[in-house]
T-cell receptor, first 112, second 115 residues
């Protein structure tokens, strides 16, 4: 089945850029998503990218997709303490567009 | 606009008791999903519905788990009898369509502890 992997933890200083990485195995992935989970809350959609795109930018967020290597990254510019959370990448494929496969999540810690 | 509403937010009960988790999807969304989140297994899809009909329940762990959607604005996930290994955060999510650019919106979850 599909597999989505992420590193478990990332620590950055406030004001620096954060880069969270994700690898997936399903070559038929159509859309790839980044979700943010704050303590005690559900997952909040941050952004998504279609598989025929290489890059998508949305304010402080930049998503890069390397389809050949099945590698997805989320860059957060000027990271703030409010960005501290768990970040999940997820993928869906063409055949079952309603089903998402989530990664294990990366806990981002922003230090002063 | 109201998001996905789940109740209760927290539930603590003893092993063997019946547990019922509730979800109200966003109005107009015709897909509803139930997930379970644990430290060991991460986020797992248990079951999802389209137009109140269960489409895929392959993630439901065993017969002790059941889910229903009697109408477009309400769904329940029931565990009977409950066991300590069922302790987890259960999320409900809804979306407006089957296409990948119609993302899932999550509720805040129910934190379930089985003693």
């Amino acid at each position: 089945g599909e597999d989505v992997e992420q590193s478990l933890f990332l620590s950055v200083r406030e004001g620096d850029s954060s880069v969270i990485n994700c690898t997936y195995t399903d070559s038929s992935s159509t859309y790839l998503y980044w979700y943010k989970q704050e303590p005690g809350a559900g997952l909040q959609l941050l952004t998504y990218i279609f598989s025929n795109m290489d890059m998508k930018q949305d304010q402080r967020l930049t998503v890069l997709l390397n389809k050949k290597d099945k590698h997805l990254s989320l860059r957060i510019a000027d990271t703030q303490t409010g960005d501290s959370a768990i970040y999940f990448c997820a993928e869906s494929d063409t055949g079952t567009a309603s089903k998402l496969t989530f990664g294990t999540g990366t806990r981002l810690q922003v230090t002063l | 606009d109201a998001g996905v509403i789940q109740s209760p937010r927290h539930e603590v009960t003893e092993m063997g008791q019946e547990v019922t988790l509730r979800c109200k999807p966003i109005s107009g969304h015709d897909y509803l999903f139930w997930y379970r989140q644990t430290m060991m297994r991460g986020l797992e899809l248990l079951i999802y519905f389209n137009n109140n009909v269960p489409i895929d329940d392959s993630g439901m762990p065993e017969d002790r788990f059941s889910a229903k959607m009697p109408n477009a604005s309400f769904s329940t996930l029931k565990i009977q009898p409950s066991e300590p290994r069922d302790s987890a955060v259960y999320f409900c999510a809804s979306s407006s369509g089957r296409y990948s650019n119609q993302p899932q919106h999550f509720g805040d979850g129910t934190r379930l502890s089985i003693l």
